[in-house]
């Protein structure tokens, strides 16, 4: 089955900016999406189609997308940022998969 | 605004069926939307089970295809998710969702989830 493929975790400091990538076959011709998902909620969606962001969501979160890796890069991390993030996309048949998620780390 | 709430019966047995509803409010499940199930097991990643359209169409996770049935309900301004033959695998918290008109990824609202424990 299609595997979108994350690391497990990222560490960075209050201020810096923080890079979750997203591997997968199919990215060069799909779209990525990204969610954040703080404990014990829903997740949120902070990115969509690579790089467009929903009203609502601050400017630090950006994303893009080359080849077939797709980049979540929050920029000026902030502890209030320090959860998980999950990337989001189909395989070659359209059927959505979730990569395994990433825990961000902010201190 | 659209609020979406998912009901179910909280413990199934092992090999039993599970049944879950998303009750949708504040707007029509027959609108042009298609509407998603996404779970998670207990301190893992999310899955997404499947999604409907009130046309009757069906998209499913092909791992889960032979198990899983997402159907509509009209009257009730609701769909549900059937799942056959489970197991302790299948112990999650199960969310709906409807999903954007224009970003098919988008999925937005969620409804809060509900906890489904497979257990004899």
């Known amino acids: 089955s299609y595997e979108l493929t994350q690391p497990p975790s990222v560490s960075v400091s209050p201020g810096q900016t923080a890079r979750i990538t997203c591997s997968g076959d199919?990215?060069?011709?799909?779209?990525s999406y990204w969610y954040q998902q703080k404990s014990g909620q829903a997740p949120v969606l902070v990115i969509y189609?690579?790089?467009k962001r929903p009203s609502g969501i601050p400017e630090r979160f950006s994303g893009s997308s080359s080849g077939t890796m797709a980049t979540l890069t929050i920029s000026g991390a902030q502890v209030d940022d320090e959860t998980d993030y999950y990337c989001y996309s189909t395989d070659s048949n359209d059927n959505w998969v979730f990569g395994g998620g990433t825990k961000l780390t902010v201190l | 605004q659209v609020q979406l709430q998912e009901s179910g019966p909280g413990l199934v047995k092992p090999s039993g069926t599970l049944s879950l509803t998303c009750a949708v409010s504040g707007g029509s499940i027959s609108s042009s939307y298609w509407w998603s199930w996404v779970r998670q097991s207990p301190g893992k990643g999310l899955e997404w089970i499947g999604e409907?359209?009130?046309?009757?169409?069906?998209n499913y996770n092909p791992s889960l295809k032979s198990r899983v049935t997402i159907s509509v309900d009209k009257s009730k301004n609701q769909f549900s998710l059937k799942m056959t033959s489970v197991t302790a695998a299948d112990t999650a918290i199960y969310y709906c969702a409807r999903v954007h008109f224009w970003h098919r990824g988008w999925l937005d609202p969620w409804g809060q989830g509900t906890l489904l424990t497979v257990s004899s």
């Open positions: 409907m359209h009130h046309g009757g169409s069906t």
């Open positions: 189609e690579d790089s």
């Open positions: 199919t990215l060069p011709r799909k779209f």
